[in-house]
């Protein structure tokens, strides 16, 4: 994602987290019985497997390798008109690049960006402090692979997906854990942005079926009124 790309971002999440009159923001409810929030998230992806040994998958994980990613979200109750509402979640996560080793071809960079979407169901109601939504929406996004000035590689993905989140309240902050399993149903070859030389041919397709884990810190908004302490 551009610098220009994240600053809209960034400025769409102030503008929803800050304004006066959030009732009529463009994701968040604010007079709403739920705990809603706004968030700062960090996360892994753990994926069925891996086109290189570097990347985690279920049967070689290590803390701190890639996939990892950093980004903005909402959770809680999302307006989609003046009178209707739903349950949901919406983050724009960037991954941070981080480098791998390709077979024959050496060291490179991986990065890209991320995108989940869900509707959920809550399960425990009306509770201030503490909530469980499970869910099912979509994951999508892109990796990128450069080396240097020679080779510049995509693959986009799309992937339904079902999620649990649970969210502890504490005052004003929150505190969530979401995982996310899905299931990509695109095309899994690597793609050229920029290739000046080398050959891509042994480069293996990527699915990026996994599992997402998040965790996230962020702004709680509720109606005091609407909600009954328990």
Avoid: C
């Avoid at 009529?24 to 040994?53: C, D, T, W």
């Amino acid at each position: 994602m551009s610098n220009n790309s994240i600053s809209k971002i960034v400025l769409i999440f102030v503008l929803i987290a800050f304004g006066h009159d959030t009732s009529y923001a463009f994701f968040f409810f604010r007079k709403s019985p739920h705990a809603n929030s706004v968030e700062l998230n960090y996360g892994q992806m753990i994926y069925s497997r891996s086109f290189v040994g570097g990347i985690n998958s279920f049967r070689n994980f290590q803390l701190g390798r890639p996939i990892q990613f950093v980004g903005l979200g909402v959770s809680g109750e999302l307006k989609l008109s003046t009178f209707h509402n739903i349950l949901g979640h919406f983050y724009v996560s960037g991954v941070m690049p981080q480098k791998i080793q390709l077979e024959e071809l050496g060291q490179a960079r991986i990065g890209g960006g991320l995108i989940s979407a869900g509707l959920t169901k809550e399960l425990i109601k009306r509770n201030r402090r503490f909530n469980l939504q499970p869910g099912i929406g979509i994951l999508t996004g892109r990796m990128n692979i450069r080396q240097s000035e020679i080779i510049h590689l995509k693959n986009g993905f799309i992937a339904p997906k079902i999620s649990i989140q649970s969210k502890a309240i504490f005052g004003k902050v929150s505190l969530a854990l979401q995982i996310e399993y899905a299931m990509d149903l695109s095309d899994n070859d690597w793609k050229s942005i920029q290739q000046r030389s080398g050959s891509m041919d042994n480069l293996t397709a990527f699915n990026q079926s996994g599992l997402l884990m998040q965790i996230s810190v962020g702004w709680v908004s509720y109606d005091q009124k609407a909600m009954k302490i328990r």
